[in-house]
C-alpha cells in the first residue's frame, strides 16, 4: 500500500530518525563493487583482436531509453555489441543491482555461438545523471525495451531469434518488460528474479542484524517499516537496510523503491522460459521461484533449484554444468519455438481452407436454390 507524506506527523518522523540512527551505529559498508566509470576505457576491449572474438566484432553502442511510462524524457546507455560470423542468435544480458557491463563480461564466453549484447541499467555504468534512479526492475523495463528496439534496427541481426538473459534485478527487468511487448523476446532464461517487492523488502528487514559492542540485534519496528515501505521519508531507511544486506556502498546508486509483482507480470509471457535458483539463496526464497515458475504461461518451461550458496551463485558453484544446462534449453527451447510457429502456420493455413471450402458450399448452394 502507497501512503502519501501527508500520512505521517512529528512523531513517526522522530520515530524514523532514531531508526535510521542506530543503523548507522551497526552498518559497516563493504566496498563498492563497481569502478568509477571515469577510470575504465572502452578502447581496450573494442579494439581487441578479431581471435578473440571467435572472429566476431565488438561495438561499442549507445541507445535511448524512456525515463518513466509519463515522461517523454529519454535517457542514453551505454553497452557493447558482439557480433559472430553464423551467430545462431542474439543474446541480451540483463545485469543485476549495482553490477554494469563490465561485470558482466564474462558471461558473454557462455554464447560463443551467439551474438551477445551487454549494457548498463539506469543508474548503473556510464552515462548517469541526476535524473537517473535505480527502481530494482519497474523503469529498468524502458531500458531493456530500447536496447531490444537497437537490436531490431539492425539490418544484420534481422531474422535472429534474441534470446535475454538476466540475472537479479535484470530476470525482473526482463519479466517486465516481455510482459508489457510479446515481440521482444524468442527465449528466456531468468535467473533469481524476485517474486515482488514485498517480499524482498520483508526478507531484508528479517536478515538485517545491528551489531553494536558485540551484540546482536533484531532490526526494531520491522512491522511499521513494511507497512509503510514505500513512503519517501522510509525509503531513506529501507535503502540503507537493503545495501547493506547486499553488502554494497548505500551510496553508490540512487535508488528508489516502487511496487511491483513479477509474479504476475510472468503469466503474461508465453514463450520458453528458464528459471534458475539457489537453494541457499538469502535474498530471494525458493519458494517464490517455484511461483513465478507456476504462473509463467509458457508451455515450455523449466525450473532448476541448484546448490548454489548464496544469491547469483549457480554459475560460480558449477559452472560448467551451468553453461552446459542454459545453452541446451536454448537449443530445445528455440527448437520448440520453431514447432509451434509450424503449428500455428498449418493450423491458420487449415482453417482458411476450410473457410474458402465453406464459402463455395454456400455460393453452390445458393445456386442451385434458384
Same mark, same amino acid.
Given at each position: 500500500m502507497k501512503i502519501g507524506s501527508n500520512a505521517y506527523d512529528y512523531r513517526n518522523m522522530s520515530l524514523i530518525k532514531r531508526y535510521f540512527i542506530i543503523i548507522i551505529l551497526g552498518v559497516i559498508f563493504s566496498n563498492p563493487c563497481l569502478t568509477p566509470p571515469s577510470a575504465v576505457s572502452n578502447y581496450g576491449i573494442v579494439n581487441n583482436k578479431a581471435k578473440y572474438f571467435d572472429y566476431g566484432i565488438m561495438e561499442e553502442i549507445l541507445f535511448y531509453a524512456q525515463h518513466?511510462?509519463?515522461?517523454?524524457?529519454?535517457?542514453?546507455?551505454?553497452?557493447?555489441?558482439?557480433?559472430?560470423?553464423?551467430?545462431?542468435?542474439?543474446?541480451?544480458?540483463?545485469?543485476?543491482?549495482?553490477?554494469?557491463?563490465?561485470?558482466?563480461?564474462?558471461?558473454?564466453?557462455?554464447?560463443?555461438?551467439? !551474438?551477445?549484447?551487454?549494457?548498463?541499467?539506469?543508474?548503473?555504468?556510464?552515462? *548517469?545523471?541526476? %535524473?537517473?534512479?535505480?527502481?530494482? +526492475?519497474?523503469?529498468?523495463?524502458?531500458?531493456?525495451?530500447?536496447?531490444?528496439?537497437?537490436?531490431?534496427?539492425?539490418?544484420?541481426?534481422?531474422?535472429?531469434?534474441?534470446?535475454?538473459?538476466?540475472?537479479?534485478?535484470?530476470?525482473?527487468?526482463?519479466?517486465?518488460?516481455?510482459?508489457?511487448?510479446?515481440?521482444?523476446?524468442?527465449?528466456?532464461?531468468?535467473?533469481?528474479?524476485?517474486?515482488?517487492?514485498? !517480499?524482498?523488502?520483508?526478507?531484508?528487514?528479517?536478515?538485517?542484524?545491528?551489531? *553494536?559492542?558485540? %551484540?546482536?540485534?533484531?532490526?526494531? +519496528?520491522?512491522?511499521?517499516?513494511?507497512?509503510?515501505?514505500y513512503n519517501p521519508y522510509v525509503q531513506s531507511v529501507l535503502k540503507v537496510v537493503l545495501k547493506t544486506i547486499a553488502h554494497m556502498d548505500a551510496t553508490e546508486t540512487n535508488t528508489y523503491i516502487y511496487p511491483i509483482r513479477p509474479v504476475e507480470s510472468i503469466k503474461k509471457i508465453t514463450i520458453p522460459c528458464f528459471f534458475i535458483h539457489c537453494r541457499n539463496d538469502e535474498k530471494v526464497s525458493v519458494q517464490a521461484a517455484k511461483d513465478i515458475f507456476e504462473n509463467a504461461a509458457a508451455s515450455y518451461k523449466k525450473l532448476w533449484i541448484t546448490d548454489g550458496r548464496r544469491h547469483f551463485d549457480s554459475f560460480f558453484y558449477n559452472p560448467e554444468k551451468y553453461m552446459y544446462r542454459v545453452n541446451r534449453f536454448i537449443q530445445k527451447g528455440l527448437a520448440a519455438n520453431q514447432h509451434l510457429l509450424y503449428q500455428k502456420m498449418t493450423d491458420d493455413a487449415v482453417q482458411k481452407h476450410e473457410k474458402i471450402v465453406v464459402t463455395d458450399i454456400k455460393s453452390i448452394a445458393l445456386k442451385n436454390s434458384f
Open positions: 518513466q511510462s509519463d515522461s517523454s524524457r529519454m535517457i542514453p546507455r551505454m553497452g557493447f555489441l558482439l557480433t559472430r560470423p553464423h551467430a545462431l542468435g542474439t543474446v541480451l544480458i540483463c545485469h543485476g543491482f549495482m553490477c554494469d557491463k563490465y561485470d558482466t563480461a564474462f558471461i558473454r564466453t557462455m554464447f560463443p555461438h551467439y !551474438n551477445v549484447m551487454t549494457f548498463d541499467f539506469r543508474a548503473h555504468g556510464e552515462k *548517469i545523471d541526476n %535524473y537517473q534512479c535505480c527502481t530494482f +526492475g519497474r523503469d529498468e523495463a524502458y531500458d531493456v525495451i530500447a536496447a531490444v528496439n537497437y537490436l531490431k534496427s539492425r539490418p544484420d541481426l534481422q531474422g535472429l531469434p534474441r534470446i535475454v538473459y538476466g540475472f537479479s534485478m535484470g530476470a525482473v527487468a526482463a519479466i517486465q518488460a516481455q510482459s508489457s511487448d510479446a515481440t521482444l523476446f524468442d527465449l528466456m532464461v531468468l535467473d533469481c528474479p524476485y517474486d515482488c517487492s514485498d !517480499n524482498i523488502i520483508k526478507k531484508g528487514l528479517e536478515n538485517f542484524k545491528i551489531n *553494536i559492542f558485540g %551484540y546482536s540485534f533484531s532490526l526494531p +519496528g520491522q512491522s511499521f517499516l513494511e507497512n509503510y515501505a
